[in-house]
């Protein structure tokens, strides 16, 4: 048989998702535990997860090195031991922090858990904060925080924040050298006895689990004493800066990074799947509107894109590409004229669909995995999300039509709110 290399291959559409059930728990202290449970192979991830991100500071960059500090020693176990501990299990811990919350991760086969578990109690309750790690930590973040302020990428996008939400809002707070370089001992021992020893948190365990892995979770975690009164958070009300315009000139790049957009909504807003087509169509995918004119058309780029991210408490719209200097202004000029055409023309039924099978394909893909799934759910189970959010994601997608395109293009992005930062020149 001859194949016809001149038709594509037939698809069908994806219409709808089937996810594996969460089963939620409450240790014995309250503690809410987030089971998904996938067969697959002999593998767990350990998700504790804290209200403790930069919202929750006092003391610029304290979230970030309380969080990386719990590994660095206890009364009983060096660094280097705790290291070694879980290099013996072939486990992998990793230790995040954001904007508005941190976790502590262990990934494990299922079968080593119970010996894990006393070294993350330890952890949790008896972090010592030994200063030399401190240093050491301190010098490295330095070290690379001094080299990403040379990347026009980076400081754009640190200005970008700032610009929308303030330099002072959690929200708009980066990591500057000089703060980190004021940072004490001290301060993060604050965070951690104000923020993280003894509140709240929640588990999400995600792999091949059963009850028993709950039960021995139970065992260690769900003995901890847990605080019951109200952690006070920071002031979310800060204006930002007025000016709509930024420019960072670097006179020997030959660069300049731009980054344009607006403060939006969370996920939970009514337009949230409405404008998410809208963004993919102007510059969410490879095949985006923004993509075609100035990389493949006009050649000024390798990539744009646009995206919105969403915190817990707020959300923005965000265009960022990276061109040649003397192709700046025409870049910004173009960028506004997809924007308007999006305003006044509705887009065709066939690039409608193409988006929309790309965002079912792209989110279906997104959950190969035990891990992938977990992190799907955590926007339900963190974020106060309705239950259905994740199982209705195609029909809303799909729900989306020309009209619903324009009055959110025409709505969100005119351009008297879209602010614009470029680091370079023009």
Same mark, same amino acid.
């Given at each position: 048989?001859?194949l ?25 202290n309250?503690i809410?535990?987030?089971?998904i ?36 020693g ?13 290099d ?6 990793e ?16 079968k ?7 070294l ?39 200005l ?8 002072d ?26 923020v ?11 792999? #091949?689990? +059963?009850e028993? =892995? ?6 260690? /975690? ?6 019951? *009164?109200? %952690? ?28 344009m957009?607006r ?64 192709n700046? #202004?025409? +870049?910004?000029? =173009? ?5 308007h055409? /999006?305003?006044?023309e509705?887009?065709?039924? *066939?690039? %409608? ?28 189970l963190?974020?106060?999300?309705p ?5 209705t994601y ?22 008297d ?10």
């Amino acid at each position: 048989m001859t194949l016809d290399r001149t038709q594509p291959p037939a698809f069908q559409a994806i219409q709808q998702i089937q996810l594996p059930a969460v089963q939620s728990h409450r240790l014995d202290n309250g503690i809410p535990l987030h089971l998904i449970s996938v067969a697959h192979q002999p593998v767990l991830r350990l998700e504790c997860v804290f209200n403790a991100g930069t919202w929750y500071e006092q003391v610029p960059g304290s979230a970030f090195f309380t969080m990386k500090m719990l590994s660095e020693g206890t009364p009983s176990r060096s660094s280097a031991q705790i290291n070694e501990y879980i290099d013996r299990y072939g486990a992998f811990l990793e230790l995040n922090s954001g904007p508005d919350r941190a976790s502590v991760v262990v990934y494990c086969l299922t079968k080593f858990l119970p010996d894990l578990l006393p070294l993350l109690r330890e952890m949790l309750t008896e972090p010592a904060f030994p200063q030399k790690e401190l240093d050491d930590l301190r010098n490295i973040t330095l070290q690379n925080l001094r080299v990403n302020y040379e990347k026009n990428a980076y400081l754009a996008g640190v200005l970008f924040r700032e610009t929308l939400f303030g330099a002072d809002h959690p929200y708009g707070r980066s990591q500057r050298p000089e703060a980190v370089e004021k940072l004490t001992r001290q301060s993060v021992v604050d965070f951690f006895e104000r923020v993280v020893r003894n509140r709240p948190f929640q588990i999400v365990l995600a792999g #091949q689990a +059963t009850e028993n =892995e709950v039960v021995a979770i139970n065992r260690e /975690l769900g003995q901890l004493t847990i605080r019951t *009164d109200t %952690l006070p958070s920071a002031d979310g009300q800060i204006e930002a800066d007025e000016q709509l315009t930024v420019l960072a000139e670097k006179p020997d790049s030959i660069q300049s990074s731009i980054r344009m957009g607006r403060r939006l909504f969370t996920r939970s807003h009514p337009d949230f799947f409405k404008m998410l087509v809208t963004n993919e169509v102007l510059g969410g995918y490879f095949g985006s509107r923004l993509m075609k004119n100035i990389r493949e058309e006009k050649g000024f780029t390798y990539g744009i894109s646009s995206n919105m991210p969403s915190f817990r408490r707020d959300g923005y719209f965000l265009i960022g590409t990276d061109v040649n200097k003397e192709n700046t #202004q025409q +870049t910004l000029d =173009e960028i506004r004229k997809e924007i308007h055409i /999006l305003q006044t023309e509705p887009v065709l039924p *066939d690039e %409608l669909e193409t988006v929309q099978n790309y965002m079912a394909g792209e989110f279906v893909g997104s959950l190969n995995t035990p891990f992938e799934i977990a992190d799907r759910y955590k926007v339900i189970l963190l974020d106060d999300m309705p239950a259905d959010f994740l199982t209705t994601y195609i029909q809303k997608v799909r729900a989306v039509s020309p009209s619903d395109i324009m009055e959110m293009a025409t709505r969100y992005l005119a351009s008297d709110s879209l602010r614009e930062v470029v680091v370079g020149g023009k």
